[in-house]
């Protein structure tokens, strides 16, 4: 048996257009089952510029429609579909109620206008949505959105200079809009929305602390040309993880190896109406994964240095961990109290919930202050980490390599501080990497910087010929002195004993506690006065040692 090829015409006059909802409606509402506009396989439907509304009734296509300037109308309180069948719609408007959703069925575009009227999402699933070159987006927002719940993503042809806002998000109420504006060559792109950025792009664990909940995936049609200014979009506070800092945020790419954001990028959240807030980006070349936040989407570089200090140097290249074994290290790192250091990037965030009990020589002997210079010598990042017995520096956990988030892989100095040593940078530029470089300021004098024609070495010589830090530096003004002006010997005695030499002060943490021991004396047995004199000055009371002025 043949099927008649037929076709449904829909003329603009408004009382057939009428009409013909009307049916619709009826039909939807005495049957049990949800109603279907179906355009059979011979069937042809031409739109004109007549309004097709369809409450609680789904629309499949099988056959041809011609939507010509006509409007597609979804509308009631219950979820439908539409299954375009290639149908390039004008004007496709939702008004249905905020627990009713469009369903995809099939890959639509429109292009003229889509139109939210009220708040339900269009679901993708695994299909796509697409604007025509010459397409918008009338009223999205919280609750009315593109879900891209699945593979399916939301797609703009020909986005230029003009730029277009993609009205997406992944759950029901995330509503997670990015704007793009291509200066380069137009292109076709096409985002969704993910869960969660992940420790390696859309892989690894998820991020749970400092970032947006938020994973924006964009595709173009043809790469190269790219020249993207990136807007992301999110609604505040219930996407924000715990410790996200809307001053210290930025929008970074997965690159395919790490996030590839420099703090030099970062900067506060915009809020151009209050609410939601705005992170953007500009210069952007390469499409792919992108997320918004801080310290966990940061490029980065390690390095594993190893340094002594003179001061709690016990010989065969260990020092001595009283400050550890008498529990009077701080759990947050103590630079951030000092005038003298000045952290920059992440730097003075460190804090730990108790100081990492290792056994043997990788007991932890105190808090360093590190620093990454650029080959210019400016300071780029700083950061507090550990020290441990035998001179290595670890990361908060006590054995790994210290992370420096922030920068992208490259050459660059470090330099290292103490609380009440000279320090010292590196003398030369050092690769450094995502995976460790090591660098040993303890076996040559050359590793550490000297300026021309300095008095005195930038390290000082220990036993069993090893080097450290001078120590001695009770006021950490860049030089040890016993005598003259802003002399060592005077803070220890009259700031920090008020002038009783046979003071004590048991069981601190304190600058003036020159050798480490968690005691601060000026005479008697372990006094802090006989190892600045005897030991950093070789008994010369007029000998001074200059820092290195790195």
């Known amino acids: 048996m043949k099927h008649r090829t037929s076709t449904l015409n829909l003329p603009k006059h408004p009382m057939k257009t009428s009409l013909f909802t009307l049916a619709l409606v009826l039909v939807a509402s005495q049957m049990l089952a949800q109603a279907t506009l179906l355009i059979g396989s011979n069937a042809t439907l031409n739109l004109g510029d007549a309004t097709l509304q369809l409450t609680e009734a789904n629309f499949v296509n099988e056959g041809a429609v011609q939507a010509n300037i006509g409007t597609l109308v979804f509308s009631g309180e219950e979820s439908v579909s539409l299954a375009s069948g290639g149908t390039v719609w004008y004007h496709i408007l939702t008004e249905m109620g905020l627990d009713a959703d469009l369903n995809l069925l099939d890959d639509a575009e429109v292009s003229n206008l889509f139109t939210f009227n009220g708040d339900n999402n269009v679901l993708l699933g695994d299909h796509h949505f697409t604007f025509g070159e010459n397409a918008s987006c009338a ?115 997965w690159n395919g190896s790490a996030w590839d954001m420099t703090f030099a990028q970062m900067g506060p959240a915009s809020f151009p109406n209050g609410y939601p807030n705005d992170k953007s980006r500009t210069g952007v070349t390469s499409t792919g994964l992108f997320a918004v936040g801080g310290k966990p989407v940061n490029d980065y570089v390690k390095i594993i240095p190893k340094v002594l200090l003179q001061g709690a140097y016990a010989g065969g290249g260990l020092m001595n961990n009283s400050l550890k074994n ?98 010292v940078r590196s003398a030369g530029l050092l690769p450094l ?99 600045l004199l005897n030991t950093v000055l070789s008994g010369d009371k007029g000998k001074v040692i200059l820092g290195t002025g790195y």
């Open 326 to 423: 008498l529990n009077l290290l701080p759990l947050d790192e103590p630079y951030s109290n000092s005038t003298v250091f000045v952290h920059k990037g992440f730097g003075g965030e460190e804090e730990v919930p108790a100081i990492p009990n290792n056994p043997g020589n990788d007991g932890i002997v105190d808090w360093l202050f590190l620093e990454l210079r650029s080959p210019t010598n400016s300071v780029l990042l700083t950061r507090s980490a550990f020290l441990q017995k035998d001179g290595d520096v670890v990361d908060l956990d006590g054995s790994s390599p210290v992370t420096f988030h922030g920068v992208n892989p490259g050459n660059y100095y470090f330099a290292v501080r103490h609380r009440n040593h000279l320090g």
């Open 433 to 531: 990497i995502r995976t460790e470089t090591t660098h040993d300021f303890t076996q040559n004098l050359n590793q550490a910087y000297k300026p021309s024609g300095h008095p005195n070495e930038a390290l000082a010589s220990l036993a069993g010929s090893y080097y450290g830090l001078w120590g001695g530096n009770a006021n950490f003004n860049g030089n040890v002195r016993y005598s003259g002006p802003s002399n060592d010997q005077n803070q220890l005695l009259n700031t920090c004993l008020s002038g009783n030499k046979g003071g004590v002060q048991a069981n601190v943490y304190s600058s003036c506690d020159l050798n480490l021991n968690g005691t601060v004396r000026f005479s008697g047995p372990s006094n802090d006065q006989n190892l």
């Open 139 to 253: 009223g999205p927002g919280e609750y009315r959105f593109f879900s891209t719940n699945g593979t399916g993503r939301v797609r703009k042809r020909n986005l230029g200079a003009t730029g277009f806002t993609f009205p997406i998000g992944n759950d029901w109420d995330d509503y997670s809009p990015i704007t793009i504006v291509e200066n380069g060559i137009p292109d076709l792109f096409a985002v969704r929305c993910l869960d969660h950025p992940g420790e390696a792009g859309a892989n690894g664990n998820p991020i749970t602390e400092k970032v947006v909940d938020v994973l924006w995936d964009i595709a173009d049609g043809s790469s190269g040309g790219n020249d993207l200014t990136l807007m992301a979009t999110w609604i505040w506070p219930h996407q924000e993880l715990p410790g996200f800092d809307h001053e210290k945020c930025g929008l970074a790419r």
